[in-house]
């Protein structure tokens, strides 16, 4: 097959958007045109404002848009014209159905695979890049090769990604792996090549592994629940270093200094959050309890249960503190995206702790630097038939810096670990709260015996206060 020289991309999302730009970037010799329905979301992509943030995306996009990098919502003329179409549509965990609440929802992956089905005039590499459960290929193949004629084949192949939000820019530039999984016949073994040779671009050969199918698709479930099953790890442990005075800093760092374990990935905090890890998580207990390996689906699902235990135990530590009620108290909120240096909210932590706020009948203030207020009383509201927007909204309020959030607080609660939340006066936040003036580090960030010093009542998950050191 000749080279690549038209790349398609159907989803213009987290994924999508800034894998495909960044092949724009790096390949100037290869049209990239990344197409959604949603015409909003591609205005927003040819706008000065990016629907996504993401640290250097706004340089790599600009820099090639309009050039080799296109955006359009006409996904049937790019689907003909393309040699290679990306599928990096949403695979949400079901709500309801067979698997609801743990199965992936493959309705996007279905209903793209079908079109290009249905609109391909020439053969096409068709390749799997949103995060679907293991064999989720075989059926993309089956509706793929119903629709083969002499003139028409397609090749299909998985290529998943392992970007962390945040630093997703970097990640594509100096990836530790770029993985291509194919069929073994002499034609996916050719399909695989050729992608190979686009990320060969700008990618050293040997961090471009190939395996077969089923391998690729498993290994980024795989991945995601072993990087999870760390921070459950060291989090369970933050438990014990609470109840018996160690600090989890310190134990942490003593693990991590092991060359078999390494330090990433051990850091406790509030939850992990984010599309993926606890999306990826339910999905492999699914797939072990559907194929008959119910202590397999048991040891995974352990690891999402420790996450919302955690959630939990830090909402129970805060309600406790303050003399065992919030009613009418106000909480102030720092951060509301699941990490820093994104402004993705999906999964947060923060959403969790925030509900149970509502619940216990506490004002909430928020402020995030990055997250619109949209977003917030969207994630913050019960979907359904009858909208409980206004009712979020008498109970909360989205403010503009974290000096507004934390006037009149009864307690400052950190829950995205943004860099600027280190940098904050807290001598006029102390002076501008209710006393005792309480402190809640979900992500061990603060200064706490600084804050001490100034007055401040600090609890750090992980630390004993009476240890003195916390």
């Not at 235990?309 to 909402?315: A, D, M, S």
Request: charged share 25%; with cysteine; hydrophobic share 40%.
């Amino acid at each position: 097959m000749a080279p690549v020289k038209n790349i398609c991309c159907i989803g213009a999302g987290y994924v999508g958007g800034p894998t495909c730009a960044v092949i724009a970037y790096k390949c100037h010799d290869i049209k990239v045109t990344i197409c959604d329905i949603n015409a909003q979301r591609i205005e927003a992509w040819m706008s000065d404002k990016l629907p996504i943030y993401e640290p250097g995306l706004d340089e790599v996009v600009f820099s090639r848009r309009g050039k080799n990098l296109f955006f359009s919502t006409d996904v049937d003329k790019h689907i003909q014209e393309a040699d290679l179409i990306f599928v990096s549509v949403n695979t949400p965990t079901k709500k309801q159905g067979l698997g609801a609440g743990m199965a992936a929802d493959l309705a996007y992956v279905e209903a793209a695979t079908r079109r290009i089905a249905q609109v391909s005039t020439s053969s096409k590499i068709v390749v799997e890049k949103s995060t679907v459960p293991c064999r989720t290929a075989e059926s993309m193949r089956a509706i793929l090769e119903a629709n083969c004629t002499s003139d028409v084949k397609f090749d299909i192949l998985s290529n998943p990604e392992f970007l962390a939000e945040g630093t997703a820019i970097s990640d594509l530039f100096n990836p530790d792996r770029v993985l291509i999984g194919s069929l073994q016949t002499e034609s996916g073994k050719a399909a695989q090549k050729d992608l190979a040779d686009v990320y060969a671009h700008w990618i050293p050969r040997e961090n471009i592994i190939t395996t077969n199918l089923w391998s690729s698709e498993l290994s980024k479930l795989a991945a995601n629940a072993l990087l999870a099953q760390r921070i459950s790890s060291i989090n369970a442990l933050s438990a014990v270093c609470e109840a018996t005075g160690a600090d989890v800093d310190e134990v942490a760092y003593a693990c991590g200094r092991d060359t078999r374990l390494g330090s990433k990935f051990l850091k406790a905090s509030v939850g992990f959050g984010g599309s993926c890890f606890q999306k990826d998580i339910l999905n492999l207990v699914y797939l072990s309890t559907q194929l008959n390996l119910p202590e397999v689906a048991e040891y995974w699902k352990q690891v999402y249960t420790m996450n919302e235990y955690q959630k939990n135990r830090f909402v129970r530590n805060i309600i406790s503190t303050l003399f065992n009620t919030i009613t009418n108290k106000k909480i102030a909120v720092l951060g509301f995206a699941f990490k820093k240096d994104t402004g993705d909210t999906r999964e947060s932590a923060a959403i969790t702790l925030i509900k149970s706020f509502m619940e216990e009948n506490a004002r909430v203030a928020i402020y995030d630097p990055k997250v619109e207020s949209k977003q917030i009383y969207l994630d913050l509201s019960e979907p359904g038939v009858v909208d409980t927007q206004e009712k979020v909204k008498k109970s909360v309020e989205i403010c503009g810096s974290a000096y507004e959030a934390a006037k009149d607080a009864d307690a400052l609660v950190i829950v995205t670990e943004w860099d600027e939340f280190r940098h904050l006066d807290y001598n006029v936040i102390y002076q501008n709260m209710h006393k005792p003036a309480f402190v809640f580090d979900g992500r061990l960030m603060l200064d706490a015996p600084k804050l001490r010093d100034i007055g401040f009542k600090v609890h750090v998950i992980g630390k004993n206060s009476l240890e003195g050191r916390s």
